[in-house]
């Protein structure tokens, strides 16, 4: 066994492993398939023993067979790379291949033809897509022969020999067409070579002993950076990172889901931000930024518990219901995270970093205040003077507790005489977001307001009310439901707030929209704000045109973003299918990248990245 090979080879240096193995088996005259099976290195032609030899082997037997050790064989793969930032139960799965996803060729042998021609070895470097010129001679890393054009396969006998595969042409043969001379490697370049020599050279580990595994410290260490090493974590001043990545990040590091942080993002990183990997490895997270995190993720997935002593979910979260509207606003102050407890209709919000509190008509309160008066049969005229509220107010009170079942509804006259069995197909045919729902059921319904409350506070209406008005995305019903037309209340154009505090609270308003990525829509905003859009046209034409300039630059973001999202989805669709074997079609990338044929078709810059990628890999083939 000791003799199978007879010439006991070294890898050069930055050689990569599977070429020094092509190399040991023709000068010991054997193929590349047995070397591997006298190694014990599971039969392979593919790129793991340079990326990540663990995957498939131990080195063990092959440094027996070369009578040598393993750190040899140290800067002849990724391993080193994948140990310091991979997880060592994740080093052995298939998985690791998505921390390096895109940025290697896993397909074709990439070399300098100079390079090669003085020393018969094949960089590991070469494989890396990024590095597309040989910072030593100025020249193109190519994978394709000097005379056929040809790519050449990733593991070949004919490398070994410096010769195509399809026609024996030397690949160390100078060819102008497929080089660029004279042209000096870019800043970038270096710096990409000197970033991955850094990589693979490093001695220093990754402090990730506050957060396991290496995956979630990596997810946070990102966005550690990102927010500019702050102490306190804020989603709005994390940079560098769409919105979108920066959600799935913190979704990787709470729950594990969302997106697991790759290779490609720590070195944009470190080109972004100008520090090098030994800065970056040596970057301490501070305990109030894990905090702080950890809080934000906590708000984000917290449920509020109901607060409503007389309700049969009292002190429990499982009967509450989350708006999609992430802004509420209440007696001029605006709120966000908006639940309600479907069993006692009390909502509950933040305001701002606060704790979940009660919003709307304060039925807590009324609880301590307004029920024990109540149960007294104290008149609810005298109630309302005791308490300084309107009689509206104590009655909506009252037919509520009645129908929660806290007063006798006989006793305070808070049923109507013959209740319909289905009020909600009622408060379906009143506008939402129009002019008072008491006006418009008294109109359309010969309704009271005390009947009215005895119908409001009904669990369907409730629910309905709840997604109809809170969150302000059901159309207005313009049909006419009844044969004379119904006109709503003339509004007061004088009653609107001074011009400066009018725009501060659309500007915040606007604000508070684009952190949390929202769209404005001019709806939602001038009922936000008790007024419409011709209102404000009259008395303040300048806020309209502001408001109309942010709308389109959100719309250009907004469009920007997405766009480039998707040609990156299907850049890497186009690597995926390529390193397949397969014709990138319309269908083909359709499928993988998952973005509509329609869309790639009519938005230009789209269009023009896949008919670009396309004609690159015609010029290719």
């Not at 160390?172 to 050279?201: A, G, M, R, V």
């Not at 929660?404 to 305070?412: N, V």
């Not at 008005?469 to 019903?477: A, G, Q, R, S, W």
């Amino acid at each position: 066994m000791e003799d199978i090979l007879t010439i006991k080879t070294r890898p050069y240096n930055g050689e990569s492993l599977t070429a020094f193995l092509m190399r040991t088996a023709v000068r010991n005259q054997m193929s590349y398939q047995s070397l591997l099976h006298f190694a014990d290195i599971k039969s392979t032609r593919s790129h793991h023993l340079d990326f990540n030899p663990k995957y498939i082997t131990n080195l063990d037997k092959l440094t027996y067979l070369l009578e040598t050790d393993k750190t040899v064989f140290r800067l002849t793969s990724f391993s080193h790379i994948i140990e310091l930032f991979i997880d060592e139960n994740e080093q052995y799965s298939i998985s690791y291949n998505d921390f390096f996803f895109n940025l290697f060729n896993r397909r074709y042998r990439r070399f300098c033809p100079l390079c090669l021609e003085e020393k018969n070895s094949y960089l590991l470097f070469w494989q890396v897509n990024n590095l597309k010129f040989c910072i030593h001679h100025g020249i193109n890393i190519t994978s394709k022969c000097p005379s056929c054009f040809r790519d050449q396969p990733y593991i070949s006998p004919s490398l070994v020999q410096r010769e195509c595969y399809s026609c024996g042409e030397k690949l160390t043969k100078f060819n102008h067409i497929l080089q660029k001379t004279s042209i000096e490697p870019s800043k970038e370049q270096y710096e990409l070579n000197s970033l991955w020599c850094d990589l693979q050279n490093t001695d220093l580990k990754l402090e990730y002993e506050k957060v396991k595994p290496k995956s979630k410290y990596l997810a946070l260490l990102i966005l550690f950076i990102c927010s500019g090493k702050r102490e306190l974590f804020d989603q709005s001043r994390v940079e560098l990172l769409m919105t979108d990545l920066k959600s799935r990040l913190l979704s990787f590091y709470d729950r594990g889901q969302g997106s697991r942080p790759t290779l490609g993002q720590i070195i944009n990183l470190v080109l972004n931000m100008n520090i090098g990997i030994s800065d970056l490895l040596r970057i301490e997270i501070p305990t109030q930024f894990i905090e702080s995190v950890n809080q934000y993720n906590m708000r984000s997935s917290e449920i509020p518990i109901c607060q409503s002593p007389w309700c049969p979910s009292y002190q429990k979260d499982i009967t509450m219901v989350r708006t999609n509207m992430n802004i509420f606003k209440w007696e001029g102050i605006i709120y966000t995270t908006v639940f309600m407890c479907s069993c006692c209709y009390v909502k509950y919000a933040r305001k701002g970093n606060q704790k979940f509190t009660e919003v709307g008509e304060s039925y807590l309160w009324a609880w301590d205040k307004v029920l024990p008066l109540l149960m007294k049969n104290k008149f609810e005229q005298d109630i309302a003077k005791s308490l300084n509220l309107t009689r509206y107010k104590v009655l909506k009170y009252s037919v509520y507790f009645s129908v929660k079942g806290q007063l006798d509804i006989k006793l305070t006259k808070n049923t109507p005489k013959n209740p319909i069995e289905h009020p909600i197909e009622h408060f379906k045919k009143l506008d939402a977001t129009g002019s008072s729902l008491i006006s418009q059921a008294s109109q359309r319904y010969r309704w009271g307001q005390r009947v009215y409350f005895y119908y409001f506070f009904n669990p369907e209406v409730q629910l309905h009310l709840f997604d109809a008005v809170e969150l302000e995305t059901k159309p207005i019903n313009k049909k006419k439901l009844v044969k004379k037309r119904i006109t709503k209340p003339a509004v007061n154009l004088s009653k609107l707030p001074e011009k400066n505090s009018l725009l501060n609270e659309i500007r915040n308003y606007i604000q508070i929209k684009n952190e949390l990525c929202e769209s404005i829509f001019d709806a939602q905003l001038y009922h936000f704000f008790n007024t419409t859009r011709k209102t404000m046209l009259k008395y303040h034409p300048d806020i309209v045109d502001y408001i109309e300039e942010e709308k389109a630059k959100q719309k250009m973001s907004q469009t920007r973003s997405l766009e480039d999202e998707r040609i990156e989805r299907i850049k890497e669709s186009f690597d995926l299918i390529k390193a397949h074997g397969e014709y990138p079609s319309y269908e083909r990338i359709v499928e993988v990248s998952e973005v509509p044929k329609k869309y790639i078709i009519t938005h230009p810059r789209v269009k023009e990245v896949f008919l670009s990628l396309r004609r690159e890999y015609i010029a290719g083939n």
